[in-house]
């Protein structure tokens, strides 16, 4: 199995839900199958595998999960492997389900189910013949590019005025931003909201530069913990953040100082912790998704380091997850931001140049995010990686997300 997870934002450029795309098969090992792809396993939902397996809470933070279904799985029995409330599941069709009216039929009966229903893929000229199950939807899915978002209000305003439109393919902050001020849409999906900064015109907030002196100070060679216990001191909220860590960890000890509290932590967690830490404030006033994202790179990346054979380097793919939107939250083109901190070679050449021993493994984190499961069945052909073990290390760098920010 593979799955991974696609976010919908809203006009706050909040994440209001996320998209669930999996694949069971490796296509690339089975060349017969790739025609087929979206029937893989026609009758199950292997998305909702996931969701049921993980809980909605883990998965999506609460929030509502966009499950596709096909002509065929649309009669799976879909209740029976749905263990979370309908009430979250919103069941994502395509063009493959035609307006006849065994799938009107179907329609419906989801619907009493309590399922919300959404539809993607749709041509403009067969708005009108797919009505009987437009009536039921919550929300399409519209390629913005295709269509005018002017008539599209107007139209669905008029015809279906409960269905929310949902903007898909927007690939740039400007495309975004345009959308939004034209209003119409209510979703939006797309790259735009990690593309790299492609300009410098701000200053660092003087509040990032304090951090980015600590993440110099952890990421140093020959680090030394007073140094770091000093630079936490300046920031109080990574004072509370360390002290309540500490004392979970050391019930009968009495923590009498920062020193005494990094000392408790030892250098290797220290360093992890506020990497991990310093990273979360450097994202503070970035879309959540952003947090969401590197967290969850990082913690992939050195659940993969195994299967790249790169175990002994597995804290160094940590901190490349985690760094590989340093560009976004600094403001800053990647050139730059990774002159302002302190990096190993090997992930320097790997968020700069997309080069060295590192680059394998974020182009692959990279490609999983985009669901895009023919390149990454034949990435891990060509690296003899095993898919189970693939699939563990993405649930669980989502799992350790949760347990670290569980409102996320």
């Excluded at 909040?14 to 090992?29: G, T, W």
């Excluded at 849409?185 to 735009?192: I, N």
């Excluded at 936490?232 to 909220?237: E, S, T």
Aim: charge should be negative.
């Amino acid at each position: 199995m593979l799955a991974t997870l696609i976010p919908l934002f809203d006009d706050d450029m909040s994440v209001c839900a996320y998209s669930v795309f999996a694949r069971k098969e490796n296509h690339f090992l089975n060349p017969s199958y790739e025609g087929g792809a979206r029937y893989d396993g026609a009758g199950t939902v292997h998305e909702l595998e996931v969701v049921s397996s993980m809980g909605v809470a883990t998965l999506s933070g609460g929030k509502e999960v966009f499950v596709p279904i096909n002509q065929f799985s649309i009669f799976a029995e879909i209740s029976l492997q749905c263990t979370v409330p309908a009430s979250k599941v919103v069941l994502l069709m395509d063009n493959s389900i035609t307006p006849e009216e065994t799938y009107v039929k179907r329609v419906r009966e989801l619907k009493e189910q309590g399922y919300k229903l959404a539809i993607r893929k749709l041509p403009i000229a067969s708005f009108d013949a797919y009505q009987n199950i437009l009536n039921k939807c919550d929300y399409i899915f519209l390629d913005h590019v295709k269509l005018d978002v002017n008539k599209a209000r107007k139209y669905f305003g008029r015809v279906y005025p409960s269905i929310k439109l949902c903007a898909v393919n927007v690939d740039t902050q400007e495309d975004y931003q345009k959308l939004k001020e034209d209003g119409g849409y209510d979703l939006y999906e797309g790259s735009f909201f990690r593309m790299p900064v492609k300009s410098s015109e701000t200053e660092v907030n003087p509040l990032k530069v304090n951090y980015i002196e600590l993440l110099n100070v952890v990421n140093a060679p020959d680090f030394d913990l007073t140094d770091a216990a000093d630079v936490i001191g300046k920031d109080p909220a990574l004072v509370i953040s360390l002290l309540e860590m500490v004392n979970r960890m050391a019930l009968n000890s009495e923590i009498t100082s920062i020193r005494h509290a990094a000392a408790m932590l030892g250098q290797r967690e220290l360093k992890r912790w506020i990497n991990t830490a310093v990273t979360k404030e450097l994202c503070a006033d970035k879309p959540s998704e952003i947090t969401r994202l590197v967290m969850i790179r990082a913690k992939f990346a050195e659940n993969l380091a195994e299967s790249y054979e790169l175990a002994m380097m597995a804290q160094e793919l940590f901190i490349m997850g985690l760094f590989s939107a340093l560009d976004i939250m600094l403001e800053k083109t990647m050139e730059e931001a990774l002159k302002m901190v302190q990096v190993s070679k090997n992930v320097k050449e790997a968020l700069l140049e997309g080069k060295g021993e590192f680059a394998p493994v974020l182009n692959f984190i990279k490609r999983y995010e985009d669901a895009d499961w023919t390149e990454v069945s034949r990435l891990m052909v060509m690296g003899n990686m095993d898919m189970d073990k693939v699939y563990d290390a993405y649930l669980n760098a989502l799992k350790w997300y949760r347990d670290l920010i569980p409102q996320g």
